[in-house]
T-cell receptor, first 114, second 111 residues
Framework: DAGITQSPRYKITETGRQVTLMCHQT?????MFWYRQDLGHGLRLIYY???????DKGEVPDGYVVSRSKTENFPLTLESATRSQTSVYFC?????????????FGSGTQLSVL | GQQLNQSPQSMFIQEGEDVSMNCTSS?????WLWYKQDPGEGPVLLIA?????ELTSNGRLTAQFGITRKDSFLNISASIPSDVGIYFC???????????FGTGTQLKVEL
């Protein structure tokens, strides 16, 4: 099916482990984003990418690494997971500049760090 | 950074009631967006607003872009059970690539 998909849907890991969350979109959208959702904070931007090989920090980038070697994939890596990174993570994409309202979200990855 | 405060944080209403929620900011935004998040899913865009004072409807939903450009409002008329979810506002400043999201309003509908 076309669209934006995230995997895994649920993940439990331990403090200090490396974890990678996957995001794949089939629309060839230029922009891709990673958000985390926490109670009382809404959605906060972690990293975004305007195109392949172009990434930039968002509001809360510390402890996360991203890459975008291909337009359709935008993985998010927690290099050494901490309990404060327990959250629901959403990937999103949109076509290009000037179409900020055309933001499409994946279904999310619920991550628990024990 | 910019913050968007939504109120109420949550609400529990009877089916058929009208619902109002708002979003306020200390900063000016050029675009206001309203999203709905169903349980276990990502947010989906409901309404986009582009001009101060603009009033836009989408079915039973009506949203307004505040005159001061620092707030926005969402109304849902005659609520139904499928309106359950979390409603987020989001604002965009001119030329920016990044939306600022509100803290969310959780809506629960009692049959």
């Amino acid at each position: 099916d076309a669209g934006i998909t995230q995997s895994p849907r649920y993940k439990i890991t331990e403090t200090g482990r490396q974890v990678t969350l996957m995001c794949h979109q089939t629309w060839s959208h230029s922009y891709m984003f990673w958000y985390r959702q926490d109670l009382g904070h809404g959605l906060r931007l972690i990293y975004y990418s305007a195109a392949a090989d172009i990434t930039d920090k968002g509001e809360v980038p510390d402890g996360y690494v991203v890459s975008r070697s291909k337009t359709e994939n935008f993985p998010l890596t927690l290099e050494s997971a901490t309990r404060s990174q327990t959250s629901v993570y959403f990937c999103a994409s949109r076509p290009r500049e000037g179409q900020e309202e055309k933001l499409f979200f994946g279904s999310g990855t619920q991550l628990s760090v024990l | 950074g910019q913050q968007l405060n939504q109120s109420p944080q949550s609400m529990f209403i009877q089916e058929g009631e009208d619902v109002s929620m708002n979003c306020t900011s200390s900063s000016i935004f050029n675009t206001w967006l309203w999203y709905k998040q169903d349980p276990g899913e990502g947010p989906v865009l409901l309404i986009a607003l582009y001009k101060a004072g603009e009033l836009t409807s989408n079915g039973r939903l009506t949203a307004q872009f505040g005159i001061t450009r620092k707030d926005s409002f969402l109304n849902i008329s005659a609520s139904i059970p499928s309106d359950v979810g979390i409603y987020f506002c989001a604002g965009l400043t001119g030329g920016g690539n990044k939306l600022t999201f509100g803290t969310g309003t959780q809506l629960k509908v009692e049959l």
